[in-house]
């Protein structure tokens, strides 16, 4: 069974994180995990600045060492890095000292202040210790866009069917994502809708701490 949203025990197991804006304003923001990628990371740009949209990017230690000019873009086109860990290794699956070796290799180059859990895996004593430094940024509807089974006309069914206001939306900006196929989509009809497209503001005042 599919599972959009984060269960409400994982909420429970991080305070503090964010998984949602908190507003009644028709506000969402749109992230992408695990570039960036010479493929998809400067399409992915263009749409946003084609709506005047900014975003944020979770990068990881590889992506980013290997690729400086595609970070460069990134920031250059006004969004914002966040660290997605350096060898994308699950949380629950590794003890505490050394996933927060890996989120600090990955600091370096993606973010010092912003970090999202890949695969949304974390024990919660390495959340207690990340939180000290990072804002710690989960989500609140994934569409699944990185399952290329799950097809790109049912994650576009799922966004439009589940976007609510303060959603926080994931989506992956790697090759082997469907995102470049339902995004310019999406965008016009949550445009439609009435959505605007921002970045949380904790975010916004954490930015002159990114590298």
Same mark, same amino acid.
């Given at each position: 069974?599919?599972?959009?949203? *984060?269960?409400?025990?994982?909420?429970?197991?991080?305070?503090?994180?964010?998984?949602?804006?908190?507003?009644?304003?028709?506000?969402?923001?749109?992230?992408?995990?695990?570039?960036?990628?010479?493929?998809?990371?400067?399409?992915?740009?263009?749409?946003?600045?084609?709506?005047?949209?900014?975003?944020?990017?979770?990068?990881?230690?590889?992506?980013?060492?290997?690729?400086?000019?595609?970070?460069?873009?990134?920031?250059?086109?006004?969004?914002?890095?966040?660290?997605?860990?350096?060898?994308?290794?699950?949380?629950?699956?590794?003890?505490?000292?050394?996933?927060?070796?890996?989120?600090?290799?990955?600091?370096?180059?993606?973010?010092?202040?912003?970090?999202?859990?890949?695969?949304?895996?974390?024990?919660?004593?390495?959340?207690?210790?990340?939180?000290?430094?990072?804002?710690?940024?989960?989500?609140?509807?994934?569409?699944?866009?990185?399952?290329?089974?799950?097809?790109?006309?049912?994650?576009?069914?799922?966004?439009?069917?589940?976007?609510? *206001?303060?959603?926080?939306?994931?989506?992956?900006?790697?090759?082997?994502?469907?995102?470049?196929?339902?995004?310019?989509?999406?965008?016009?009809?949550?445009?439609?809708?009435?959505?605007?497209?921002?970045?949380?503001?904790?975010?916004?005042?954490?930015?002159?701490?990114?590298?």
């Amino acid at each position: 069974m599919r599972h959009f949203r *984060p269960f409400v025990l994982t909420r429970l197991l991080f305070p503090g994180a964010l998984f949602r804006m908190r507003t009644n304003e028709k506000e969402i923001c749109l992230t992408f995990d695990d570039g960036p990628d010479p493929v998809s990371t400067p399409r992915i740009i263009e749409i946003l600045d084609d709506h005047k949209i900014r975003s944020v990017f979770f990068c990881t230690g590889p992506g980013a060492g290997e690729h400086p000019e595609l970070m460069r873009l990134i920031v250059s086109h006004g969004h914002v890095t966040g660290n997605h860990g350096f060898s994308h290794i699950r949380g629950l699956n590794t003890s505490t000292g050394n996933y927060l070796e890996d989120v600090s290799r990955a600091s370096l180059v993606t973010s010092s202040c912003l970090f999202r859990p890949p695969y949304g895996s974390l024990r919660p004593a390495q959340f207690r210790r990340l939180k000290k430094t990072f804002i710690v940024m989960f989500w609140d509807l994934m569409p699944y866009d990185f399952d290329g089974g799950f097809g790109s006309g049912r994650s576009l069914q799922v966004m439009k069917k589940k976007t609510r *206001p303060g959603s926080i939306i994931v989506l992956h900006d790697k090759a082997s994502s469907t995102v470049l196929s339902f995004l310019e989509e999406y965008v016009e009809f949550a445009e439609r809708e009435g959505y605007k497209f921002v970045i949380p503001g904790a975010i916004m005042q954490e930015k002159q701490k990114l590298p």
